[in-house]
């Protein structure tokens, strides 16, 4: 003979409480996402060959192609070359400091990581001056940044040709 | 109202009355009563078979016939429906049965929590479906203007910084390629 339904149905409120506290325990134990990496790279536009820029470097990734249009929109210059490129994590709410070169070093706040992915960032572009007292703020901003779209940072001039800052969230 | 017995003593005597047989007349009765008693039922029964008839037909036949027939109609559709009827009832009881197996209290709380998790955690929305957006941006320079641009194929935004004073040709921009994990600051802590 089967067993009332009303058993049934307190074993299933048992089992469903049982279930939502196991998960509402072991929810907040799983493993938070890795924080995003940024890459900022730094580029050397100019209509020349670049020889007035000896610290250019391999374009290994081929980022100068991938990214040529849009650099194009920062400058009316021909040529680009990569000069430098920096890594990092960004930590929610820490800053760090990307420098594809030493002279330019950008610091970056990860203030939140929004609903679709994308991180807020705080961040300001520094000029190194000889002396430190001398440091320049050069432009700062408050930006959404997704990797799918990166941030260009068209900076000062310099010998022939324009500095040109990206900054990209890896995938 | 109660119904009194009838004691065994009446019941012979109805019998008695009646002129049924093996009804002798009960003891200590007297005779003659007892025969007034049964001539007068014997009138009573005479009476009634001559003013009461014996076969009663029904007052309008075509009438009665007709519903005769529609209930012989309706119950044949209601043989008819029959089967589906008893098909709907066991499906019923299948799923009475399986609702009732041990393992289904299980399977039933495991699915309802999965759905409660992932009605509480929705899927993160694409992020393709909103790109870079720059919030504010500003330069403390002097006589500098600031420019935000979509590149026409949508795949950067370009922060242009105008009138910054150029970088000292004779000073090298020395290019660095570093992969290294940064030393975290504190934040706002140039």
Same mark, same amino acid.
């Given at each position: 003979?089967?067993?009332? $339904?009303?058993?049934?149905? +307190?074993?299933?409120?048992?089992?469903?409480? #049982?279930?939502?506290?196991?998960w509402?325990?072991?929810?907040?134990?799983?493993?938070?996402?890795?924080? %995003?990496?940024?890459?900022?790279?730094?580029?050397?536009?100019?209509?020349?060959?670049?020889?007035?820029?000896?610290?250019?470097?391999?374009?290994?990734?081929?980022?100068?192609? &991938?990214?040529?249009? #849009? $650099?194009?929109?920062?400058t009316?210059? @021909?040529?680009?070359?990569?000069?430098?490129?920096?890594?990092?994590?960004?930590?929610?709410r820490?800053s760090?400091?990307l420098k594809? =070169?030493?002279?330019f070093?950008?610091? $970056?706040? *990860?203030?939140?990581?929004?609903?679709?992915?994308?991180?807020?960032?705080?961040?300001?572009?520094?000029?190194?001056?000889?002396?430190?007292?001398?440091? +320049?703020?050069?432009?700062?901003?408050?930006?959404?940044?997704? #990797?799918?779209?990166?941030?260009?940072? #068209?900076?000062?001039?310099?010998? *022939?040709?324009?500095?040109i800052?990206?900054?990209?969230?890896?995938? | 109202m109660?119904?009194?017995?009838i =004691?065994?003593?009446?019941?012979?005597?109805?019998?008695?009355?009646?002129?049924?047989?093996?009804? %002798?007349?009960?003891?200590?009765?007297?005779?003659?009563?007892?025969?007034?008693?049964?001539?007068?039922?014997?009138?009573?029964a005479?009476?009634?078979?001559?003013?009461v008839? $014996?076969?009663?037909?029904? %007052?309008?036949?075509?009438?009665?016939?007709?519903?005769?027939?529609?209930?012989? @109609?309706d119950?044949?559709?209601?043989?008819? &429906?029959?089967?589906?009827t +008893?098909?709907?009832?066991?499906? @019923?009881?299948?799923?009475g049965?399986?609702?009732r197996? %041990?393992?289904?209290?299980?399977?039933?709380?495991?699915?309802?929590?999965?759905?409660?998790?992932?009605?509480?955690?929705? &899927?993160?929305?694409?992020?393709?479906?909103?790109?870079? +957006?720059?919030?504010?941006v500003?330069?403390?320079?002097?006589?500098?203007?600031?420019?935000?641009?979509?590149?026409?194929?949508?795949?950067?935004?370009?922060?242009?910084?105008?009138?910054?004073?150029?970088?000292?040709?004779? &000073?090298l921009?020395?290019?660095?390629?570093?992969?290294?994990?940064?030393?975290?600051?504190?934040?706002?802590?140039?």
């Amino acid at each position: 003979m089967m067993p009332p $339904l009303h058993r049934h149905s +307190r074993r299933f409120i048992t089992a469903l409480c #049982a279930a939502w506290a196991a998960w509402t325990t072991l929810a907040p134990l799983q493993a938070a996402p890795p924080p %995003p990496q940024l890459t900022a790279l730094l580029f050397y536009a100019t209509d020349g060959d670049g020889s007035e820029a000896p610290e250019k470097m391999p374009d290994t990734s081929g980022d100068i192609k &991938r990214y040529e249009k #849009a $650099l194009r929109q920062a400058t009316t210059a @021909r040529h680009f070359h990569l000069i430098g490129k920096h890594t990092a994590e960004a930590q929610a709410r820490f800053s760090i400091w990307l420098k594809p =070169s030493p002279q330019f070093p950008l610091q $970056l706040e *990860n203030t939140g990581t929004m609903p679709d992915g994308a991180i807020t960032l705080y961040w300001i572009l520094w000029q190194k001056e000889t002396l430190p007292i001398k440091d +320049r703020e050069l432009v700062k901003s408050t930006t959404i940044l997704t #990797a799918k779209t990166p941030l260009i940072i #068209a900076g000062p001039q310099w010998r *022939n040709g324009r500095l040109i800052f990206l900054v990209r969230k890896e995938s | 109202m109660k119904d009194e017995p009838i =004691s065994p003593q009446d019941s012979q005597m109805t019998r008695w009355i009646d002129a049924l047989p093996d009804a %002798p007349l009960p003891e200590g009765i007297n005779i003659d009563e007892a025969s007034r008693e049964r001539a007068a039922a014997a009138a009573v029964a005479t009476l009634l078979r001559q003013h009461v008839p $014996l076969r009663q037909d029904p %007052p309008y036949p075509d009438f009665f016939n007709a519903q005769v027939l529609k209930k012989i @109609r309706d119950e044949e559709a209601l043989l008819e &429906r029959a089967p589906a009827t +008893r098909q709907a009832a066991s499906w @019923r009881d299948v799923l009475g049965q399986w609702l009732r197996t %041990p393992w289904m209290t299980g399977a039933t709380a495991a699915a309802c929590t999965a759905i409660a998790i992932f009605a509480i955690n929705p &899927r993160p929305l694409d992020e393709a479906s909103s790109g870079t +957006r720059v919030l504010t941006v500003f330069s403390p320079e002097p006589n500098t203007t600031t420019r935000v641009m979509t590149a026409a194929d949508q795949s950067a935004v370009v922060v242009s910084v105008d009138g910054l004073s150029a970088f000292p040709s004779d &000073r090298l921009v020395v290019g660095l390629h570093t992969t290294e994990p940064q030393s975290l600051v504190a934040s706002h802590q140039p």
